[in-house]
């Protein structure tokens, strides 16, 4: 059995629509949608309404750790530029949703990203995509577990749920094979970005789940460009897949 995994696609519909090739399924965790490179700021749907100057402003405020100052910036562009920002935004999503899922290979099996707008998913998704959160699936014979989103953070990004309730979805899933999720286990080595140079928020109830089930493997994204992208965690071989718009290749899984 082979099945190729990707995470933090981040509109890399040109890559995804090869990511399936010579597997049996492919697994999705997450991060759709590009809302600004952080890489090319020409790149995203804030490039694409405010132009790639005041992307490169409104990332540089980021990166420094001002937020505040960010958010005074985003409010002044719309204020400017007039309308609803949530029907401007809507657009630009569906948009690049609908280029996603068209590509996305089937069989998939997806769970959401913080960046990701989940109300959304079923509008694009096509026959052969299953959607998965908090819920188990089989998969030539092991049981694979999803947990979609991320934690609280200062970036307030579309899908992050507090402690409890991703705690919540991590023991809804029991015992399983091979445990997927966007956000990595909490493990200091798996959460720093080494380009960033900050660490990302980790799960505390992943990292539990790990150390009391011992699953084969827990598969997680996020991170883009990790101190580690590989730890073990007494069985169970704990792998970051890749950042797949950076990459362009899957990480690939086989029985």
Not at 4 to 31: K, Q, T
Not at 91 to 118: C, H, K, S, W
Request: with cysteine; charged share 25%.
């Amino acid at each position: 059995m082979r099945i190729n995994v990707v995470s933090d696609v981040h509109g890399r519909a040109d890559a995804l629509a090869r990511a399936g090739e010579g597997a049996d399924a492919l697994i999705c965790l997450g991060d759709l949608l590009l809302f600004v490179d952080y890489a090319d700021h020409s790149q995203g749907i804030f490039p694409d309404l405010f132009g790639a100057a005041r992307a490169s402003e409104y990332v540089g405020l980021r990166t420094a750790g001002q937020f505040d100052e960010a958010r005074a910036l985003s409010a002044a562009l719309w204020a400017e530029r007039g309308g609803d920002p949530r029907e401007h935004i809507e657009t630009a999503v569906r948009a690049q949703y609908a280029e996603i899922f068209a590509a996305m290979p089937t069989p998939a099996y997806l769970t959401y990203g913080n960046v990701d707008l989940p109300g959304l998913w079923t509008e694009y998704a096509r026959p052969g995509h299953q959607i998965l959160d908090g819920q188990t699936v089989e998969i030539g014979g092991l049981t694979f577990g999803f947990v979609g989103g991320g934690l609280r953070t200062t970036y307030r990004t579309p899908y992050e749920i507090d402690d409890e309730e991703y705690a919540r979805k991590v023991d809804a899933l029991g015992h399983v094979d091979v445990l997927c999720s966007h956000i990595p286990p909490a493990v200091p080595e798996l959460l720093y970005d080494t380009v960033a140079r900050r660490f990302e928020r980790g799960s505390e109830a992943t990292l539990a789940a790990i150390r009391r089930i011992q699953p084969r493997f827990a598969l997680f994204g996020h991170v883009h460009q990790p101190l580690a992208r590989r730890t073990r965690i007494g069985r169970t071989e704990c792998v970051n897949v890749g950042h797949f718009r950076g990459r362009g290749t899957p990480f690939t899984l086989e029985w």
